[in-house]
């Protein structure tokens, strides 16, 4: 009777014990998508890579939001050695504005009052703590985007930067892309922010547009206005801009192409150009031809206007695209102020301030790299 009593008390405590088991792990169940999130810290993103025209292949990548945006909401965790704040797919949206489409292939940036402009750059994935190097030489790089709720005051940026693929890790002892640190660009050097080659592929809103490079010479001697090619300002004013009178028109989505053309056609070669091709609505646009003859970026065209270019396109670009870039994407600028991106939108750049909007985002999406006619 003893023995029974005591088989009976130890199979109580067994299923006490894996009821107990049971309900931490239903309640684990419910914090697993949080658990994912901050163990691998970025968003699932696919790119493609082509080889030639109509082969493109799929291409894994990650999103991770800049370190100083995660500061503004952890507790002013600003600092990159030490901020090891990882935010959820839930925070990425209400936060920062960021939505990655259910194919992976389309990300829509929302502006957010409260941290406008936050920084997103490309990893090689969710896991791995690199970015993702693009080496643009002999290549062209093409995307979809929709800047139509883009108003006055905003700039959608879609660009590259020299940053370290370990977001400076080895030299400075930062945290690493999972956390989105080691930013760097052309503008003045800053606290845990140095200088390093920028290229702009578009800074843009519905209204005007610039394809830019900023060239380097040594260390923290980079351009900060750079060479830039912007069609209104030099006379095409009918080119870009809201409405079907213009040859893009910013109210439908459209098709940014960017070639790099090299002096030898070689993937080693220096740069000699940077060509321009827009498609919307099945036309292909070229980029207009403005005074002396240009249609593109080039040594002679940013002399020929007397625009800033320290070391040149063909030599200073050349190497900053031969040590491999990081694409950088955002939406910044002051919804309440339509003046503030004057030095983009307001003549004689632009037509501002004469469209805004009170729930602006822009949208990138099918974002292919491959050699020249590949992507098209």
């Not at 002051?334 to 469209?355: E, R, S, T």
């Amino acid at each position: 009777m003893e023995k029974h009593v005591n088989r009976r008390l130890v199979q109580l405590l067994i299923t006490f014990l894996v009821l107990v088991n049971s309900a931490l792990l239903a309640e684990g169940a419910d914090e697993n998508p949080v658990v994912e999130d901050r163990t691998f810290g970025a968003l699932d993103f696919i790119v493609q890579t082509c080889s030639s025209l109509g082969n493109c292949q799929p291409l894994t990548t990650g999103l991770v939001v800049d370190n100083n945006w995660r500061g503004v909401y952890y507790n002013l965790c600003y600092d990159p050695k030490k901020c090891d704040k990882i935010p959820t797919v839930n925070e990425y949206q209400t936060l920062f504005g960021l939505t990655v489409s259910p194919s992976k292939t389309s990300l829509t940036l929302k502006y957010v009052a409260t941290a406008p402009g936050p920084r997103i750059y490309l990893t090689t994935a969710s896991g791995p703590d690199s970015y993702q190097m693009v080496y643009l030489l002999n290549r062209e790089i093409s995307f979809d985007v929709d800047l139509s709720t883009v108003g006055c005051g905003l700039n959608a940026a879609f660009f590259f930067v020299g940053m370290d693929a370990d977001g400076g890790k080895a030299k400075s002892g930062y945290k690493g892309p999972v956390y989105g640190t080691g930013y760097c660009d052309a503008q003045l050097a800053q606290t845990n922010k140095p200088n390093c080659y920028e290229l702009d592929i578009i800074e843009s809103n519905s209204l005007t547009t610039l394809l830019a490079t900023h060239t380097c010479k040594g260390t923290n001697n980079c351009e900060p206005t750079g060479c830039g090619f912007m069609p209104y300002p030099l006379g095409k004013t009918n080119f870009y801009g809201r409405g079907s009178s213009y040859c893009v028109d910013t109210t439908k989505p459209f098709t940014v192409t960017t070639r790099f053309v090299t002096v030898d056609g070689e993937d080693t070669g220096n740069l000699k150009e940077i060509q321009r091709i827009y498609k919307q609505n099945g036309r292909t646009i070229p980029n207009p031809t403005v005074g002396g003859n240009f249609n593109s970026l080039s040594d002679a065209y940013c002399s020929y206007y007397g625009l800033n270019n320290i070391g040149g396109i063909s030599a200073s670009m050349t190497q900053g695209l031969k040590n491999g870039m990081v694409l950088t994407m955002g939406l910044w600028g002051d919804l309440k102020n339509p003046d503030f991106m004057g030095w983009l939108d307001k003549p004689p750049y632009g037509p501002c301030p004469v469209y805004s909007n009170s729930n602006p985002n822009v949208t990138y999406s099918n974002i292919k790299y491959g050699p020249i006619g590949s992507t098209a």
